[in-house]
């Protein structure tokens, strides 16, 4: 898990604010500093994806405990949900499949065994400079974890209530909108029937509505619907098409497309760009919103997917890390109002950068690019909402000159670069507004 630490001034200085915490994170460390940046109104989060919103605790002490949920310890020490009405049959890497509840009723500790399924579910470790010594591992890891809780959260009955749960966790976060990437993974039933997509766009449509009138002060969501880059371009023509028809079908709903996973080992957006172009071919409006530049190489067909994601008029670029290496592509960007989602955690934990001084967006801020702080995978990074990523935006990467204007730039761009329309835009604003003057007032009292 990675916490803010109650640290010495020098002790900040030098780990960006951030320490990995080689034991769980102690009262004191959740600290002052990061309390203060969660009871500030954060906006919205418009870089987060599906699977991976609610926190892993809930996972393991609500999800699991449910009739029907079976669990196989798979090869390498990691493990896979599913649930079933009878006995699952036999797949690869899970030959035997043990009913949790008759597993926990054999335990003399199953609190522990609970404490053991929340770090298989996470990337905590107690020491993660020998768990992880490479990207390549801990990408690894961060995959299977992915496998691990999409067993949970693709059945159908608890697909809703954990984005219930999602949205109460980034809403007690001040979080007031979230833009959700989404593969629109097959949600199952118990007999192991399966849902279509369309499905699933009514559950979220749902789910939202439901959570939104009984918060009048949260806004709701939109979807980006997204495919994985390891794809090949008939795959991803189809899913731009179907894109295209559920934007057509859901336009309040669905804000765009993109292409998810890790970039230096997929394909570049170049390689897709028939697929691509097809909106444009058409006549039709399908905005991107693509990962672009999350990678430390330079040189690459991955690097050039920042420049890619320009000419294919990306409205925002996710993670834009390696942004700063092209001053054409930044400059270009900036005049353009290409937001860069910036998911400082994200980029730690994944080995990008240690030292959050050392975070490009650093320039970024500096230079007055359009930059908006977004959280990524919670789930798997042991967080929840935004307010960490904003602890480590304020203290690291906005250094000592960072104060309660950078705090509120950072909010309203949230809003300012998001999908929304205007009119929309404009209502989320005022409803930040107030609660920010009222944020502003109790820091003064």
Known sequence: MWCPQSTSKGDAEATGGLQADRGQCDSDSEGAAAERISAQIEGAALHVHSSVLASAEWL????????????????????????????PYPRWECLYWQLLESLRAGMANPDEFDNSLVRNLTLFTEDPEAAYPSQESVWARFDDAFLAIS??????????????????????????????????S????????????????KAYQDVSAKFSAE????????????????????????AVM?????????????????????????RPLWYFREALSLPADLGVNLPYYFHA?????????????????????SSRIGHGYALPHHPLVKELSRKKGVAVEVCPISNQV????????????????????????????????????LSYDFY????????????????????????????????????????WQKKWDKFISDQCQ
């Open 60 to 87: 393991v002490r609500n999800v699991t405990y449910r009739p029907h949920c079976y669990i196989c310890f798979a090869w390498g020490g990691s493990v896979r949900f599913l649930f079933s009405d009878g006995q």
């Open 151 to 184: 067993g949970l959260v693709t059945y159908a009955p608890v697909f809703r209530d954990y984005l219930y749960q999602s949205l109460e966790e980034f809403y007690g976060d001040n979080v007031m909108y979230l833009e959700i990437r989404s593969g629109l």
């Open 186 to 201: 097959k949600t199952y039933e118990l007999d192991g029937s399966i849902h279509d997509k369309v499905w699933s766009l």
């Open 215 to 238: 918060h009048p002060d949260f806004l709701g969501i939109r979807i980006i619907l997204s495919s994985h880059r390891i794809q090949s371009v008939s795959m991803i023509k189809a």
């Open 242 to 266: 179907d894109a295209i028809e559920m934007q057509k079908n859901f336009p309040e709903l669905i804000a765009g497309f993109d292409l998810v996973g890790r970039e230096d080992d997929g």
């Open 293 to 313: 530049g999350e990678t430390d190489l330079e040189g690459t067909d991955v690097d050039a997917n920042l420049l890619d994601a320009l000419l294919f008029n």
């Open 350 to 385: 994944l080995k990008l950068v240690s030292d959050m001084r050392n975070h490009p967006a650093a320039v970024l801020m500096t230079e007055g690019h359009p930059v908006v702080i977004s959280s990524d995978d919670p789930t798997l990074f042991g967080t929840s909402g």
């Open 392 to 431: 480590e935006a304020f203290v690291g990467i906005g250094g000592l000159s960072a104060n309660l204007g950078t705090l509120k730039e950072l909010a309203m761009n949230s809003i300012k670069y998001s999908s929304l329309s205007p009119v929309l835009k404009k209502a989320l604003l005022d409803m």
